[in-house]
């Protein structure tokens, strides 16, 4: 199949782009250099440089390559950035998800997985945990409700195009590394707890800052379902194989339970056998004490589940990558 991937040079894209070219498919990437990395772009994939939100270039593309399938990852996605510039968000995370559906159906392109959020859910009351699909989505800020509209886009698209098909895909913690070590998790700023304790490891960072240790959980801190990015990847190759004219999919990924942030901490510890500094913090607002996921749907419409499961060998893989690579590719051009 020829799959085009956007936002392929980031870091849950490159390794949909590897997983892709592996299980022998073609791929190109379209990225607008913003927030990825060139060299994350490996094995003579072509890459587009050029912004989705021009759906005449991107026809171009979809034509050209002869493409069947498209794998949406490009979106910005620091929930603080989307409140203070909302506008930013709804038009790189909606308003080009959309030029890009238009540039699709102009060439006949039917199948698309996307690239969606727990974030949709917003705040979840606890008896909804852990979250289903059929939990409410009522998103707390621009962030998830831009991932929201297209979700909403793309199923009125579904029902009303018979020979389109797609996969809304609602990750819950992306972490962890490909297991050859050739590509990781590279964000400038970095705002993802696990890289940023192990950046502590490194000593590229002072300290790890807990933000609340009063929850209402066990240790007193956030609770979050953390899963290893290639079985996230897993999951869009099964749901793209699985796509027919029609047909829809929504789906959560996770791996069905929660480790605190005390618990990551400590897993750290262990993976890289350094001491982590630790400082206590205030709550972040809109923090949610306890968001994991119910993977069944998923599980049991296409026997997926998580083949990586335990903590420490998640940590363990971001690990091995950072440590080789303690600079992130940052010296270089970023691309998206």
Not at 41 to 61: N, S
Not at 197 to 213: D, K, Q, W
Not at 296 to 319: C, F, M, N, P, Y
Request: hydrophobic share 40%.
């Amino acid at each position: 199949m020829n799959v085009l991937v956007t936002g392929g040079a980031g870091y849950i894209g490159s390794h949909a782009v590897k997983s892709l070219r592996l299980a022998g498919h073609r791929v190109v990437v379209v990225d607008n250099l913003s927030r990825g990395f060139r060299a994350a772009v490996t094995g003579g994939v072509p890459l587009v440089v050029h912004e989705l939100g021009d759906w005449e270039h991107i026809r171009r593309v979809l034509h050209g390559n002869r493409i069947d399938c498209v794998m949406h990852f490009a979106a910005k996605a620091y929930v603080g950035e989307s409140v203070d510039d909302p506008l930013t968000y709804y038009r790189n995370n909606t308003a080009h998800a959309l030029e890009l559906l238009y540039a699709m159906r102009l060439t006949g392109v039917q199948r698309f997985v996307f690239s969606s959020t727990c974030a949709t859910y917003g705040e979840p009351s606890p008896e909804h945990i852990p979250i289903n699909e059929q939990c409410p989505q009522q998103p707390i800020n621009p962030y998830g409700w831009s991932k929201f509209f297209v979700e909403r886009i793309l199923l009125d698209h579904c029902r009303a195009t018979p020979d389109f098909s797609c996969a809304i895909l609602r990750y819950f913690n992306v972490a962890g590394a490909d297991r050859e070590g050739e590509i990781g998790e590279a964000h400038d700023p970095e705002t993802h707890l696990i890289p940023i304790i192990l950046e502590a490891a490194l000593g590229l960072r002072p300290h790890v800052e807990i933000f609340g240790t009063d929850y209402p959980t066990p240790d007193g801190t956030c609770i979050r379902d953390y899963i290893h990015v290639e079985d996230l990847i897993d999951a869009h190759l099964l749901c793209m194989n699985a796509l027919a004219p029609g047909r829809s999919f929504v789906y959560n990924l996770g791996i069905g339970k929660g480790h605190s942030v005390r618990e990551i901490i400590d897993s750290a510890q262990r993976v890289t056998g350094k001491k982590i500094k630790v400082v206590q913090g205030p709550r972040r607002p809109g923090d949610p004490p306890c968001l994991f996921a119910d993977p069944a749907r998923i599980q049991h419409e296409l026997g997926w589940s998580a083949k990586v499961a335990d903590i420490d060998a998640i940590i363990d893989s971001a690990w091995q990558w950072l440590s080789r690579h303690p600079r992130r590719c940052t010296e270089q051009h970023p691309v998206d």
